[in-house]
Each structure stands twice: as C-alpha cells, then as structure tokens.
C-alpha cells in the first residue's frame, strides 16, 4: 500500500483538514500529491516557525476500543506568507542545484495552482510519509530542510547538507539537468522515465482537480 503526501489549503488554521475540517473539499482542497516523499517545491512555501503540532481524536476501527488521541506536526501557514516563503527560497534552491538548473518556472506553476485555491492557509499532510521513516528521525529532517531557504543550516555542514536532506525528502534522482516546466505541457516524446520521475518530485501530481503543470489543465485553459 502506497504511502501519501498532500499539498491542501483550508478555510481554516488546521493541520490534516481532510479528517479535522468540517465540509472540506478534496476536490478543491487538495491542490495535488506525490507518493513516499514531499516534493521538493512544496517544502519551499514553508519555513520552521510554520512546523504546528496538533492533538487529534480519532475513532478506533474497533467498536468498543475508546477514541484515540494522536499527536501529529506538520506545516501550516496563512497562503500569501506561503507563496512569499516560495519567492524567497528560489534563489537559495537555485544555488543549491545549480547543476541541474533553475526552477523559477516549476515554481511559477506551483505559485498558479496556491494563487488558485479558494482557502486562506496552506498545510501539507505528511504523516504517511513519516510513517516510512525510521522513528524520531523525519521531524529533524524536516525541520533542519525547512531552515535552509533561511539560509540557516542545522548542524552547520554547509550547502551539500542542505541539498542533500532535500534530496531524501523529496525522492529526486540528482545528477542530471531538471525537466523542463512544461514537460507534461507540451507532451515531448523525449521524455525519459528519470524525466517524469524528477519532475514529479518538484511539483507532485494532480489529486481531482488539475494542476497548471498537466496537459489536461493546459487543454482546460486554452478552450
């Protein structure tokens, strides 16, 4: 069974809003998903100081276990802080993966699909993804990435620490140039499956509604 990452915006200030938000939407709420990993552009619209951590009731499977508690962290921010947060990472992503190019066009089309959601705050929903991790590591990690577009490295080993607790997060294959931003745009038959790949773990994949980055949005716009 896969496990899931979702880039969502909420009415309200709350952690995992499709179990927590009444009447939440998936189908505007999710703004799109990836698999075993956040990609690496979401992580960019969020900084440590957006790392929340909630209490969670939830229901037992079994009918006569009690109601659970679960604590869980994870990022929440108001969507204009989000897509300012986003700007000011560009150029520290940039210096980090000069090697493979720029991303101020992946992070043009990110920026449409937050600039479109109807709701005021911006989370990701990643428990699935720390789940894959060894306990008690995932949080630092994360915490330590987030720092970085501060230009604050924890554990001060520089850049290639900072690129690489990225890499592990989002699941990219370094070492070779970024996709194009319009990859799935312009549906070039060039395209390799570390291609597709890479592209997939800057940007995540539409959920239900479509993404600036997919054909099917871009078909959508041109009618």
């Known amino acids: 069974m896969a496990n899931y990452s979702y880039l969502c915006s909420a009415d309200v200030a709350s952690l ?28 960019a619209l969020f900084r440590p100081a957006d790392l929340v951590t909630g209490v969670f009731t939830v229901d037992e499977e079994d009918e006569d276990e009690e109601e659970a508690e679960l604590e ?18 560009l150029p520290v992503l940039n210096r980090l993966f000069a090697a493979e190019g720029t991303l101020d066009g992946h992070a043009a089309l990110l920026r449409q699909a937050v600039e479109k959601a109807p709701d005021a705050y911006l989370t990701i929903e990643l428990d699935e993804i720390e789940a894959l991790w060894e306990e008690g590591t995932f949080q ?32 990219l294959r370094p070492g070779r140039p970024f996709p194009p931003a319009r990859l799935l745009i312009d549906g070039s038959e060039t395209r390799s499956d570390d291609d597709c790949w890479n592209f997939v773990r800057l940007l995540g994949a539409a959920f239900m509604a479509e993404v600036p ?3 099917a949005y871009a078909d959508t716009e041109a009618s």
């Open 16 to 43: 995992y809003p499709s179990s927590q938000v009444a009447g939440f939407d998936s189908q505007s709420g999710v703004l799109a998903h990836d698999v075993s990993c956040v990609p690496l552009l979401w992580l």
């Open 72 to 89: 869980a962290t994870a990022p929440l921010v108001a969507k204009d802080r989000a897509l300012a947060q986003l700007d000011a990472a």
């Open 140 to 171: 630092p990690a994360l915490r330590a990435a987030l720092a970085c577009f501060d230009g604050v490295s924890d554990g001060g080993t520089g850049m290639a620490a900072d690129r690489a607790r990225l890499i592990e997060l989002s699941q």
């Open 213 to 215: 980055w997919e054909t």
